[in-house]
């Protein structure tokens, strides 16, 4: 019902910047929060960001200062602005939306989603 679309991963060198794209699509009636995690092997999956419709952004303690998230609500889109990288941020970072759907019976649900995961490599 609801498909989240990631983009932007890739390798980069410790103080470099990426950035992260997230598209979500289907029928949603409202977003409530867009945001980013990830997970390194071995390890509890970690917030990194995340973007509820009604407060400002939360950031993961490690990427504070660092990171920044941004939400484009027409287009349902989230972005990710990775700045000072450190290869500690090495991870499968992972799209997030918590979403109000229509089903075809006219009636709404909530529903989490996830993207299929965008591995960011920051080595020299």
């Known amino acids: 019902q609801v498909q989240l679309v990631e983009s932007g991963g890739g390798l980069v060198q410790p103080g470099g910047s990426l950035r992260l794209s997230c598209a979500a699509s289907g029928r949603i009636v409202s977003i409530l929060s867009m945001g980013w995690y990830r997970r390194t092997p071995g390890k509890e999956r970690e917030l990194v960001a995340v973007d509820p419709s009604d407060s400002s952004p939360n950031y993961g303690d490690s990427v504070k200062g660092r990171f920044t998230i941004s939400r484009d609500n027409a287009a349902n889109t989230v972005d990710l602005q990775m700045n000072s990288l450190k290869p500690e941020d090495t991870a499968v970072y992972s799209c997030?939306?918590?979403?109000?759907?229509?089903?075809?019976?006219?009636?709404?649900?909530?529903?989490?989603?996830w993207g299929q995961g965008t591995l960011v490599t920051v080595s020299s």
């Open positions: 997030n939306a918590r979403v109000i759907v229509k089903l075809n019976s006219g009636l709404q649900r909530y529903l989490e989603v």
